[in-house]
């Protein structure tokens, strides 16, 4: 079955640890993105890729990182430098980034937890 | 992307119709309605999504108006499974491709 698979599902960490997220997609689409969800909010842009090797800063990117190496794959960093990192989140990935009728299709999205 | 305007919470009997509106009444012309819902602790979910004729899936139906300021989700036959957060969202590509602006939604409960 194609989709986006984040694991783990529930993740906890003791505070001032980097804790690495996963997100994998075998749906051939170029762009993937990360973004935050906070109980009662809206979802917010972290960070987008493009293509592999290339991805861009969202709207609150600061205290995460990510690298895209592979097509299918987008790993989210949570550093110790990011101030409230308890939150749900979320991958998504399109065909392609851009374009009116790019559809983001998303994962199950991962419970971060820092203790 | 415009902002989108949509009731907090709607209810609907299990069986009957459930019609979600919103309003977005400051769309540009290149931008297209897309509806997503969540389930409580999981990923949103793609419904649909049109320009400005109405669009029907196998999920739903989109009925967007004539001057593209509003457009109503329609679930035909509700179940109890259709309960969760409905959004709305004007997306548009360009500089800010990709990035989906979720507003608050509107919690639909279907009731047996």
């Known amino acids: 079955d194609g989709g986006i698979t984040q694991s783990p599902k529930y993740l906890f960490r003791k505070e001032g640890q980097n804790v690495t997220l996963s997100c994998e997609q075998n749906?051939?689409?170029?762009?993937m993105y990360w973004y935050r969800q906070d109980p009662g909010q809206g979802l917010r842009l972290i960070y987008y890729s493009q293509i592999v090797n290339d991805f861009q800063k969202g709207d609150i990117a600061e205290g995460y990182s990510v690298s895209r190496e592979k097509k299918e794959s987008f790993p989210l960093t949570v550093t110790s430098a990011q101030k409230n990192p308890t939150a749900f989140y979320l991958c998504a990935s399109s065909i392609a980034g851009g374009g009116t009728t790019d559809t983001q299709y998303f994962g199950p999205g991962t419970r971060l937890t820092v203790l | 992307d415009a902002k989108t305007t949509q009731p907090p919470s709607m209810d609907c009997a299990e069986g009957r119709a459930a019609n979600l509106p919103c309003n977005h009444s400051?769309?540009?012309?290149?931008?297209?309605v897309y509806w997503y819902r969540q389930i409580h602790s999981q990923g949103p979910q793609y419904i649909i999504h049109?320009?400005?004729n109405n669009e029907t899936n196998e999920m739903a139906s989109l009925i967007i108006t004539e001057d593209r300021k509003s457009s109503t989700l329609i679930l035909p036959h509700a179940t109890l499974r259709d309960t969760a957060v409905y959004y709305c969202?004007?997306?548009?590509?360009?500089?800010?491709?990709?990035?989906?602006?979720f507003g608050q939604g509107t919690i639909l409960t279907v009731h047996p």
């Open positions: 049109g320009l400005k």
């Open positions: 400051t769309i540009s012309g290149n931008e297209y």
């Open positions: 969202i004007v997306h548009a590509g360009g500089t800010s491709y990709g990035k989906l602006t």
């Open positions: 749906l051939n689409h170029d762009a």
